[in-house]
């Protein structure tokens, strides 16, 4: 993969999340990429679906299970703008993601690099490559003012 | 609460557990009580649905949070006949779920009382009330009859 590729998957989920501020929710997108092509997009919702497991990584791996008719997205990278919570990363390891690519650390819910580092568990039963950093600017701004205009 | 009701929700999971090994998904399964009454319900069925995120609990939890109309499940319990996962965990925190009932430990995949203990993380969001073991034995049996018949 070259950087102009990463770079232009991490800019995908990050207009992900610019619509979900643009909704009023955490501004967080994410997108599923399998053989180069985006088979699964989501953005964050819980509020307007009335549903708190409607995180972006969810969303986003449903709608590629569902391209894909399976449960298992072997072989797919996951591009989300924030690093996952427990149960978005524990859905990755269910979906048996090969790759996950994060833009922003969280270190108040991120469950990756911080808080029970999933994916580090002797009891976790698929672990991704992790790869934290591109787009991490852009993805941090738009959090950060997302959150400043609601205090 | 008295035994009789506690018994009486984790047969009711217990059910779900069975009908998901009917359809030859792991028998595991889940309700959410508001105020006595059972408002979600949900079975294991990550195979038949394309979902990996399809776990009981998520289920019950995504029934229960149309039901009340709200992402948030404030004063609900969840009876569910497995110790939830990471991502399970990770949801019932995310919907502020107030008491976690689980039949049968699972040493393996359980982040509860095993592997990362999610709510015993500092940076866990919200903590229920965790109540282990009513209903365990039957809960057990049919897990156990469930991966006998496939080895």
């Given at each position: 993969?070259?950087?102009?590729?990463?770079r232009h998957?991490a800019?995908?989920?990050l207009?992900?999340?610019?619509?979900a501020?643009?909704?009023?929710?955490?501004?967080?997108?994410a997108?599923?990429?399998?053989?180069?092509?985006?088979?699964?997009?989501?953005?964050?919702?819980?509020?307007?679906?009335?549903?708190?497991?409607?995180h972006?990584?969810?969303?986003a791996?449903?709608e590629?299970?569902a391209?894909l008719?399976?449960?298992?997205?072997?072989?797919?990278?996951?591009?989300v703008?924030?690093?996952?919570c427990a149960?978005?990363?524990?859905?990755?390891a269910h979906?048996?993601?090969?790759?996950?690519?994060?833009?922003a650390?969280?270190?108040?819910?991120?469950?990756?690099?911080?808080g029970?580092?999933?994916?580090?568990?002797?009891?976790v039963?698929?672990?991704?490559?992790v790869?934290?950093g591109?787009?991490e600017?852009?993805?941090?701004?738009l959090l950060?003012?997302?959150?400043a205009?609601?205090?």
């Amino acid at each position: 993969m070259t950087l102009q590729t990463a770079r232009h998957h991490a800019a995908l989920a990050l207009d992900l999340a610019r619509k979900a501020a643009s909704l009023g929710e955490v501004p967080v997108g994410a997108i599923v990429v399998h053989k180069g092509k985006v088979i699964g997009r989501g953005h964050n919702q819980p509020r307007a679906l009335h549903d708190p497991t409607a995180h972006a990584e969810i969303m986003a791996i449903r709608e590629a299970c569902a391209a894909l008719g399976s449960d298992r997205l072997t072989g797919c990278e996951l591009w989300v703008t924030l690093e996952p919570c427990a149960m978005c990363a524990g859905a990755i390891a269910h979906a048996r993601i090969a790759r996950l690519h994060y833009a922003a650390g969280d270190p108040k819910g991120g469950a990756v690099e911080h808080g029970p580092r999933l994916f580090h568990q002797p009891t976790v039963l698929h672990k991704p490559e992790v790869y934290a950093g591109v787009g991490e600017a852009d993805a941090a701004a738009l959090l950060k003012a997302f959150f400043a205009e609601r205090r």
